[in-house]
């Protein structure tokens, strides 16, 4: 099963499992603790794509309004990116206004199996409608994510619906 293949992962026993995620994958104040099923959704992104949500590159929580999220940090979508074997290197490319104000980030993904790149551009404008917080702090380093996670996600889908961490601070 995936909590099988997760806690051999992790290295610890299934029966220690869920206890373990419990601890690293918190809610929020006043929210009940994840459940068993919403814990065995995240550990199955776990397996199949083997994530270490130790290291923050997978994580499970849910939203204010109470809506399961399940995040790949930049870590596993770079982890993700590096196992596909026809990946061949991305390139960012980013644009300011005369201000010196970002409008937007542009990554290509390079294939070896592909004659042009995948792309996706991320308009600063267009993000800021569902970005939290973290926009304010460090603005090009959230949308640079932004647009990693959309081309990482159009060049090699993964399942689910899966939030980066750009989105998990709504």
Same mark, same amino acid.
């Given at each position: ?5 997760? +806690? %051999?992962?992790?290295?610890? /026993?299934?029966? @220690?499992?869920?206890?373990?995620? #419990? ?5 929020s ?7 068993d ?9 776990? +397996? %199949?794509?083997?994530?270490? /949500?130790?290291? @923050?590159?997978?994580?499970?929580? #849910? ?27 991305f ?80």
């Amino acid at each position: 099963t995936s909590g099988e293949r997760a +806690a %051999k992962r992790l290295g610890i /026993p299934p029966g @220690k499992l869920l206890e373990m995620m #419990r601890q690293i994958w918190k809610v929020s104040k006043g929210q009940d603790p994840l459940t068993d099923h919403e814990l065995f959704i995240g550990l199955s992104m776990v +397996a %199949k794509y083997d994530l270490d /949500p130790t290291c @923050k590159e997978i994580y499970v929580t #849910r939203g204010n309004d109470g809506e399961l999220m399940v995040v790949v940090g930049i870590d596993g979508w770079v982890k993700i990116l590096d196992r596909t074997k026809h990946y061949d290197g991305f390139e960012q490319d980013l644009h300011f206004d005369d201000a010196g104000n970002i409008e937007w980030i542009e990554t290509r993904i390079y294939s070896t199996k592909r004659s042009k790149p995948t792309v996706y551009r991320a308009y600063w404008k267009e993000y800021q409608a569902v970005a939290g917080f973290m926009k304010g702090k460090i603005p090009i380093h959230m949308l640079r994510l932004f647009s990693l996670h959309h081309a990482t996600r159009l060049f090699t889908p993964i399942g689910g619906h899966v939030r980066d961490e750009s989105e998990s601070f709504m």
